[in-house]
């Protein structure tokens, strides 16, 4: 049973571009969440997603949004980037809220 | 590993010594509750969970020990391997949040042969 896949695993972007990064959940999973992860701030929760709907948010700011397709599929974009967005990426799929399996991330470094 | 920060506390166990990871959680409604492993360049690997109905439970060489009392979580590796070193988190959950896994800063365990 093939895990979490998410692409690109590096990316390197100038300040004020954007980005889409891609999550592609464990087959059944429909339930994806995204989190941040930097050394200061630790690991937080961007949003969660289920059957193409946003169903909760954390504290982030407009610029970050995401979306969920039909096959359970997610991405999320960050627009106007920062330095401060540079961080590692991960999406975690699970089935009823329970058993989250993270992917590999995305590690994102803005210049 | 990639969430290291600059205060992670850091535990050092002797290889086949016995570890125990401890947790303070936040959220007295939280009733899942999830032990991460993870190593450098690598997402989070689940280790075990416990739901908040439980005190105890156990793996392959893995034990959780949740204390709803005093919001405390703790996980004990048996006879730790080197391959056991990297850094350990605690997460937790309420059925009501949908994905919004809350998780700890973080420990960084460090085996030696």
């Known amino acids: 049973k093939a895990g979490v896949t998410q692409t690109p695993r590096y990316l390197i972007k100038t300040r004020g571009q954007q980005v889409t990064l891609s999550c592609s959940p464990i087959?059944?999973?429909?339930?994806v969440s995204w989190y941040q992860q930097t050394p200061g701030q630790g690991l937080q929760f961007l949003f969660e997603?289920?059957?193409?709907?946003?169903?909760n948010k954390g504290n982030f700011p407009g610029r970050f949004s995401g979306r969920q397709f039909s096959n359970s599929r997610s991405e999320m974009n960050v627009s106007t980037l920062e330095l401060g967005d540079s961080a590692l990426y991960l999406c975690?799929?699970?089935?009823?809220?329970?058993?989250?399996?993270f992917g590999s991330g995305t590690r994102l470094t803005v210049v | 590993g990639e969430s290291v920060g600059l205060h992670l506390p850091t535990l050092s166990v002797q290889e086949g010594d016995n570890s125990i990871i401890n947790c303070a959680y936040s959220?007295?409604?939280?009733?899942?509750f999830i032990w991460y492993k993870q190593e450098s360049g690598k997402g989070p690997q689940f280790i075990i969970d416990?739901?908040?109905?439980?005190d105890k439970r156990q793996g392959q060489r893995v034990t959780v020990l949740l204390n709803k009392t005093v919001k405390h979580l703790s996980l004990q590796i048996a006879a730790t391997q080197p391959g056991d070193s990297a850094v350990y988190f605690c997460?937790?959950?309420?059925?009501?949040?949908?994905?919004?896994?809350?998780f700890g800063k973080g420990t960084k365990l460090s085996v030696k042969p």
């Open positions: 975690a799929s699970s089935t009823h809220s329970y058993g989250y399996t």
């Open positions: 087959s059944g999973h429909r339930s």
């Open positions: 997603y289920f059957s193409e709907t946003q169903r």
């Open positions: 959220n007295s409604a939280s009733d899942y």
């Open positions: 416990i739901r908040s109905n439980m």
């Open positions: 997460a937790e959950i309420y059925s009501g949040s949908q994905g919004n896994l809350i």
